[in-house]
């Protein structure tokens, strides 16, 4: 029987804007790494596929400076070098990483992703991201963001020339035989020589082919360019839907561009991000969601608003009107359009809007029982809407905790989830297939 994919989406301290006020929560996470190592650790007790850290090279300077004192969420390790060190403490669980290609080099990101999934046994896997955050461009010597075409066409060529130095060696290109003094077949390693509109590699990479053929390539564009890419390159996608009806349409749309670029339904996987509040009772799990709404303050509404959607200076509106029309951002274009679609659909004010933003921010909310949950989950999931959830827990580790322990097993009991890891690497356990090398088909020539 076809089981879920599952991943465990985290910010510093969890996913809600106030999560680091919870009495309970780690609210030094992105400083200790002992703390990621618990969160890491309790996903891996629930058997997810993955943990999937969110990232942004940039300190937010939207809103007022009172409301961004107030964040917990500022600080943070770069992905690479955690996920790295969590590697070494867990045995099964995947490893994503949100990484930049509007501010990253493709060979030192493809060197680092590739170390990575060496050094976890091929368990990691890369977020293709054009930055939403318009902040991110003055850390790196530009006096303006790129425009959203144009970070996407240069997203193309980006992961055209990652994926390219992936396949720079053969699996078995290195024999290291001692006695004769040969340390690798030159016939199984390959000069990339890619140019292209934006990039000029020659390759090849100097880290050995993944455990796994290349690491994971995701991707959680959700506008039509983003699903373009999608579609041509993308394993599993990351996308934001707060009904049944928006996810089984991205994920049929998703599905229907396969073939032009030549790709199956056993290649790609979609994971809408789902954020669940729990309890052993209806009651108890509206009071935990509840108890997290009161402690927003409005400043940080509003900011946390700000930057969802792209587009500052929302406090000169009052709370209590209406949501005003806004033009399209350069920054998170479909994220805006979801946001202020709800905001009509269902009449928000705009308090309503930056509450109803707080925790989901976009993403599909679920509040109830452990059966609760898992009837949506299980709708959405045997009715083409999805392949399986991102799971973005309020706060850390409280509600990773309960998920793990109330929801995978009645997941479990509707055999809708594993009872085991069934593989070794990222790959194995998403049900994804090894990809083959561009070089498969071509004569082996030595340099």
């Known amino acids: 029987m076809r089981k879920m994919n599952l991943g465990a989406f985290v910010h510093e301290t969890g996913q809600h804007v106030a999560a680091w006020r919870h009495p309970d929560a780690f609210a030094e996470s992105g400083t200790v790494f002992a703390q990621s190592v618990a969160v890491a650790q ?29 964040m917990g969420k500022t600080v943070k390790f770069e992905p690479i070098t955690v996920l790295s060190a969590l590697a070494a403490v867990t045995k099964h669980l995947g490893l994503v990483a949100t990484c930049t ?26 977020n293709l991201v054009t930055s939403n ?37 053969d699996g078995d290109a290195f024999i290291r035989d001692k006695d004769s003094g040969v340390n690798y077949d030159t016939t199984k ?17 100097n880290v050995a082919r993944s ?75 509206q009071e935990k969601f509840d108890f997290l709404q009161s402690l927003i303050h409005p400043s940080v509404g509003i900011q946390v608003l700000e930057h969802t959607i792209g587009v500052p200076h929302l406090a000169q509106y009052p709370l209590d009107g209406p949501v005003p029309d806004m033009a399209d951002t350069n920054g998170p274009l479909s994220r805006q359009r979801l946001l202020l679609e709800a905001a009509r659909r269902d009449n928000l004010t ?22 609760d949950i898992v009837d949506v989950m299980e ?56 990809p083959v090398s561009r070089w498969d088909s071509l004569p082996q020539v030595a340099e």
Request: hydrophobic fraction near 40%; include cysteine; charge should be neutral.
């Open 101 to 126: 290609s509007t501010y990253s080099e493709p060979y030192t990101l493809a060197r680092q992703f590739a170390s990575m999934d060496q050094i976890s046994g091929g368990r990691a896997g890369w």
């Open 189 to 205: 390693l390959h000069v990339l020589n890619h140019k292209g509109k934006h990039f000029s590699v020659r390759g090849p990479l």
């Open 379 to 434: 709708y959405w999931f045997r009715n083409g809407a999805c392949d399986g959830f991102n799971v973005m827990p309020a706060f850390l580790p409280g509600s990773l905790t309960d998920f793990v322990d109330m929801v995978i097993p009645e997941l479990q009991r509707r055999s809708l989830f594993r009872t085991a890891y069934e593989g070794k690497t990222l790959r194995e356990n998403l049900g994804l297939p090894k």
């Open 350 to 371: 705009m308090w309503e809007l930056c509450l109803l933003n707080a925790g989901p921010r976009g993403h599909l909310l679920t509040i109830g029982t452990p059966a």
């Open 211 to 285: 455990p796994q053929g290349r690491p994971v390539l995701v991707q959680a564009g959700a506008s039509d360019t983003g699903r373009d890419l999608a579609a041509r390159m993308a394993e599993l996608v990351f996308t934001a839907q707060t009904t049944f009806e928006q996810a089984a349409e991205f994920h049929g749309d998703i599905m229907a561009r396969l073939p032009r670029y030549g790709r199956t339904r056993q290649e790609v996987k979609v994971m809408p991000g789902l954020y669940p509040v729990v309890g052993r009772t209806r009651a108890e799990a």
């Open 133 to 169: 955050n318009e902040a991110e461009a003055f850390n790196h010597g530009r006096d303006q963001h790129s425009a959203h075409a144009d970070r996407y066409d240069r997203a193309a060529d980006f992961a055209e020339v990652v994926t390219g130095l992936w396949d720079s060696w």
């Open 42 to 70: 309790i996903a891996e007790r629930g058997l997810f596929d993955l943990l999937f850290l969110a990232d942004s090279a940039a300190v937010s300077t939207m809103g007022s400076a009172e409301a961004r004192g107030r």
